[in-house]
Nanobody, 122 residues
C-alpha cells in the first residue's frame, strides 16, 4: 500500500495561486494513477483532476480547466496541483488519492491522504 500526505493549503484572495503537494511513501508510487478531489462543507467529495502513471494523460473537471494543473514526479514520489486564478467556490478540503487507473469516481481510488484546507476569500 501507499501512504499519502497533502500540504500547501491555506488562505488566499480570489485571483491568487496555491500549489498543493502530495508526498507518497510505501509501495512504489509509479504504479498508481493519481487524483485530486475536494470536499466543501455540506457537499459530497468532488473530482478535480487525475493523472496516469506516466504523466501522459491528464483530465480535469470543467470548472478548473485552464486554471489548475496536475503533475507528478515518480522519482521524487510527489504529486502536485498548481491552482491559479482561484475563486471563492474553490474553497474546500483537497485530497490526493491513489488507485489502479485514472478516473473521476472516488470509489476507484484505494488510498487517500488526510486532506489540506484551501480557503479563497472574495
Amino acid at each position: 500500500q501507499v501512504q499519502l500526505e497533502e500540504s500547501g493549503g491555506g488562505l488566499v484572495q480570489a485571483g491568487g495561486s496555491l500549489r498543493l503537494s502530495c508526498a507518497a511513501s510505501g509501495r512504489a508510487f509509479s504504479v498508481y494513477a493519481m487524483g485530486w478531489f475536494r470536499q466543501a462543507p455540506g457537499k459530497e467529495r468532488e473530482f478535480v483532476a487525475t493523472i496516469n502513471r506516466s504523466s501522459g494523460y491528464t483530465y480535469y473537471i470543467d470548472s478548473v480547466k485552464g486554471r489548475f494543473t496536475i503533475s507528478r514526479d515518480n522519482a521524487e514520489n510527489m504529486l502536485w496541483l498548481q491552482m491559479n486564478s482561484l475563486k471563492p467556490e474553490d474553497t474546500a478540503v483537497y485530497y490526493c488519492a491513489a488507485g489502479p487507473a485514472t478516473g473521476s469516481i472516488p470509489g476507484g481510488y484505494h488510498y487517500w491522504g488526510q486532506g489540506t484546507q484551501v480557503t479563497v476569500s472574495s
